[in-house]
């Protein structure tokens, strides 16, 4: 399953989100340095109860990124802190079902 299915249900902690203000947000915060300088991204959720957030990358079909925004430019390679997925069954298997095991 690399798209996401357009009956597909987010389990809590996350939910849908596709407001282009967070990648407007991860656009101010990534260095010259991060992995994802320069990729375009569409939000697809977020974690409610944390700055987690699901990228899917638009040059990068079936490519996912989680992402924990700082809210404030970041120098470093490191920050905002990001989880690159393959697929998106892969981010469901890995994030979102241990998540909500977890919640």
Known sequence: MTTIPEDFTYLEPWEDETSDRFADELYK???SEHILFGAQVK?????CDRDDFLFSLIEQPGTYAQ???T??????DDWPKTLLF???EDWVNTSMLPDNRDY
Not at 43 to 47: E, M, N, P, S, V
Not at 71 to 76: D, L, R
Request: aromatic content about 10%; hydrophobic content about 35%; glycine content about 0%.
């Open 43 to 47: 939000t697809l959720a977020r974690r």
């Open 29 to 31: 915060e990534v260095s």
């Open 67 to 69: 992402v924990h925004l």
């Open 71 to 76: 809210w404030k430019h970041e120098e470093s």
């Open 86 to 88: 393959s697929s998106f």
